[in-house]
């Protein structure tokens, strides 16, 4: 099992940028493709971005492709999402999520049901 905490979440202007950051803890963390989902109110938890488990490949939900980045420090057991040009849509609890096996995402890297690890969320808030 693995602990993800994550941090970096707060209030923004749009326009403006945030860092957020994911760290593991528990199991080994480089074998394991790391995701950032959203959940705004009254809405179900969308995809943001992935990194496979050596960050050869990353992927973006159309709706951040551009202005969000993720990467990944397998000696520090983090990853992150850099977020620039923020929007008051982008306002969200933003999940780090770890997948539930080493070196392999079933459902792809966009599904929930691939990751079986979940941090409690931290909010973003994006003030027009």
Same mark, same amino acid.
């Given at each position: 099992?693995?602990?993800?905490?994550?941090?970096?979440?707060?209030?923004?202007?749009?326009?403006?940028?945030?860092?957020?950051?994911?760290?593991?803890?528990?199991?080994?963390?480089?074998? #394991?493709?790391?995701?950032?989902? *959203?959940?705004?109110?009254?809405?179900?938890?969308? @995809? $943001?971005?992935?990194? /496979?488990?050596?960050?050869?490949?990353?992927?973006?939900?159309?709706?951040?492709?551009?202005?969000?980045?993720?990467?990944?420090?397998?000696?520090?057991?983090?990853?992150?999402?850099?977020?620039?040009?923020?929007?008051?849509?982008?306002?969200?609890? #933003?999940?780090?999520?770890?997948? *539930?096996?080493?070196?392999?995402?079933?459902?792809? @890297? $966009?599904?929930?049901? /691939?990751?079986?690890?979940?941090?409690?969320?931290?909010?973003?808030?994006?003030?027009?």
């Amino acid at each position: 099992q693995v602990q993800l905490v994550e941090s970096g979440g707060g209030l923004v202007q749009a326009g403006g940028s945030l860092r957020l950051s994911c760290a593991a803890s528990g199991r080994t963390f480089s074998g #394991y493709a790391m995701g950032w989902f *959203r959940q705004a109110p009254g809405k179900e938890r969308e @995809f $943001v971005s992935a990194i /496979s488990w050596i960050a050869s490949s990353t992927y973006y939900a159309d709706s951040v492709k551009g202005r969000f980045t993720i990467s990944r420090d397998n000696a520090k057991n983090t990853v992150s999402l850099q977020m620039n040009s923020l929007k008051p849509e982008d306002t969200a609890v #933003y999940f780090c999520a770890a997948a *539930r096996d080493p070196y392999y995402v079933p459902y792809g @890297f $966009v599904r929930k049901a /691939s990751y079986g690890n979940w941090g409690q969320g931290t909010q973003v808030t994006v003030s027009s």
